[in-house]
């Protein structure tokens, strides 16, 4: 498949998670066979000004290409500023985001508040086109609510504005993360545009994957929060795609070295006092996967050092 120049190797893609697919995280997602991997949400204004804290979560390197760096907004020439920079940090194709519930950006009109207005998102996406030589794709939601199902006019009118793909969580604005998708929305958001349609929402196991593939026609599936904790989940749903035999799971030891790998580069990257604080929470979707879950949060949030951190590791993931 291609989004405009850029290939993409299999339909499995690592969707956008605030706090979580930073650099290190989207290159372990990488290297266990993610497709294509997107930052997180950065705020257009920021990046636009070339904010130090928006430059940072704009981090990339050509060892995790092609990736895609998103960004939110409003104001199209903000919007088209912000993408410049997206280009020149070395992103693949810079996605928008019409998705965000969060309530503070709702109530600026920006992220999933724009899913009301269609015409908005086409202003926005063909002043992005227009501004950068790298694919512009959305990502969006089913709607505004469960009885305004606006994804498959936003497609159609941002493919008419020149977007390459759209990636469609499949959850209305208003559902947030409760409650399942609904993956129906896609057929009929397909049947109105040529470019690729992926899809979210939901995939826990390599079997939600391909199902939504087959049933639903989606040309790509984002996988969230299922891979949080297990990136093992991308070579499993491409066995599974391809007929293949289900790979070996993992076992503690093998768990614990990804994990290690994770932790080691958050500290050389962003240095330990952000590595420590974002311990806890990195940490814990891995050690769930083996027994012993309590005693290892307990003594995680008593790590002062990566020295003591791989000494918990170690004891846990045997
Ligand atoms: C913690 C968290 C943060 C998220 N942050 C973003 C984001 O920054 N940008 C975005 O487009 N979607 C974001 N999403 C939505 C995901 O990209 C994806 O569409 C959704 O998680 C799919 O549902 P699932 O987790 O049930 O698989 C986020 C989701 C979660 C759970």
């Known amino acids: 498949m291609k989004l405009g120049r850029v290939s993409i190797a299999n339909p499995f893609l ?3 998670m605030e706090e979580h697919t930073n650099y290190p995280f989207r290159l372990q997602m990488k290297r266990h066979g993610a497709a294509l991997v997107c930052t997180e949400r950065v705020d257009g204004v920021d990046v636009a000004a070339r904010d130090r804290r928006a430059l940072r979560l704009l981090y990339t390197t050509p060892s995790e290409a092609p990736r895609v760096g998103q960004i939110s907004g409003s104001d199209p020439a903000v919007m088209a500023e912000a993408a ?12 928008l985001n019409f998705e965000c519930p969060i309530r503070r950006l709702v109530n600026r009109g920006e992220g999933g508040a724009l899913l009301a207005d269609p015409q908005a998102v086409a202003r926005i996406t063909a002043a992005v086109v ?12 089913s709607g505004p609510d469960a009885a305004n199902e606006t994804a498959p006019e936003v497609a159609a009118r941002a493919e008419q504005a020149g977007a390459a793909a759209v990636e469609v969580h499949c959850r209305s604005v208003q559902q947030a993360y409760v409650g399942g998708p609904d993956w129906s929305v896609l057929p009929r958001t397909k049947e109105r545009v040529k470019i690729p349609i992926f899809g979210s929402g939901g995939v826990r196991e390599a079997a939600d ?6 049933e639903f026609g ?3 599936v984002g996988i969230g929060r299922g891979c949080l904790g ?12 391809h007929g293949a035999a289900a790979p070996k799971s993992p076992g503690a030891q093998e768990r614990g070295r990804a994990l290690l790998e994770l932790v080691e580069e958050e500290f050389r990257i ?16 891995y050690a769930k996967f083996v027994p012993g879950f309590d005693d290892f949060k307990r ?15 170690r004891e846990h993931f045997r």
């Open 14 to 16: 690592l969707a956008p």
């Open 84 to 95: 410049r920079v997206v280009e020149e940090q070395g992103f693949d194709a810079v996605d």
């Open 299 to 313: 003594g995680v949030h008593g790590v002062k050092n990566l020295a003591d951190f791989r000494r918990l590791a």
């Open 230 to 241: 297990n990136p093992w989940l991308f070579a499993e749903c491409r066995a599974l795609w």
């Open 270 to 285: 962003y240095g330990p006092t952000i590595a420590l604080r974002r311990l806890a929470r990195v940490s814990c979707y």
């Open 218 to 220: 989606a040309d790509g």
């Open 209 to 214: 994957a391909v199902r939504y593939l087959r």
């Open 130 to 141: 227009a501004a950068v030589n790298i694919p512009t794709t959305l990502k969006i939601r």
